[in-house]
Every structure is written in structure tokens, then in C-alpha cells.
């Protein structure tokens, strides 16, 4: 599946953002998705997944209680709320797709397909 990311800006600490990753193909009950993100130098860090089936969602404990990880299915599309952001949430996101029944939803090596990403940057 071919994955597509938008929605990132420049913004201030404080303020909210939404990223949107829209899919090529259905991705109902086939896929889990999550967010990652990554800056210059260090490895990709797992943001939130939201499973195939359910709407369980995982998340970061670094953006519990800020961020929310949400899919429609109808439209083939993921979406991240960014709520109170902090400079320390600058990165490039990415959008990922892996099979219904990964084992693990917090390793970039459970997810086989990857949007090219979108930068958020916060300043302060």
C-alpha cells in the first residue's frame, strides 16, 4: 500500500496540528497503521498505532495525553491530533502500514510500508 503524509508546519510550542496519511487501497481490517517520527542522527522513535480491528490504540508514553491516533476507514485514511506541542516534538512523521496481526505495534520492523513523511517543527 502506498502511503502519503500532509498536514506538517511550522508551529508554536502550545499550539495543535493534524497530520493525515492517506492510503492507495483499503486498509480496513488489513492493516495496522501507526505514526513514527525521526530527527537527524537518531533512530526512528514509535509515536501511536491504531490496530486493524477495534480501534485499539498505542502510544508513546512521551505523547500519551497529547496526541490521538484515529482512522476512517471509508476513506483510507489515518489522522494525528497533536495537541500541546513541545519544540521536543520536532521531527519528520511518518505514516506506516504493517499486517493485521503484528506482534508488536512499537517496532518500525513490524511495518512494511511507509509514506515519505512530513516535517513538523515547533518552535518555542
Known amino acids: 500500500v502506498q502511503l502519503v503524509e500532509t498536514g506538517g508546519e511550522l508551529v508554536q510550542a502550545g499550539d495543535s496540528l493534524r497530520l493525515t496519511c492517506a492510503a492507495s487501497?483499503?486498509?480496513?481490517?488489513?492493516?495496522?497503521m501507526a505514526w513514527f517520527r525521526q530527527v537527524p542522527g537518531k533512530e526512528r522513535e514509535f509515536v501511536a498505532a491504531?490496530?486493524?480491528?477495534?480501534?485499539?490504540?498505542y502510544y508513546a508514553d512521551s505523547v500519551k495525553g497529547r496526541f490521538a491516533i484515529s482512522r476512517d476507514n471509508a476513506k483510507n485514511t489515518v489522522y494525528l491530533q497533536m495537541d500541546t506541542l513541545k519544540p521536543e516534538d520536532t521531527a519528520v512523521y511518518s505514516c506506516?502500514?504493517?499486517?493485521?496481526?503484528?506482534?508488536?505495534?512499537?517496532?518500525?520492523?513490524?511495518?512494511?510500508?511507509w509514506g515519505q513523511g512530513t516535517q513538523v517543527t515547533v518552535s518555542s
Open positions: 487501497e483499503r486498509i480496513d481490517s488489513r492493516y495496522v
Open positions: 506506516a502500514a504493517g499486517p493485521y496481526d503484528v506482534t508488536s505495534y512499537f517496532t518500525p520492523f513490524s511495518y512494511n510500508d
Open positions: 491504531i490496530s486493524a480491528v477495534g480501534g485499539r490504540t
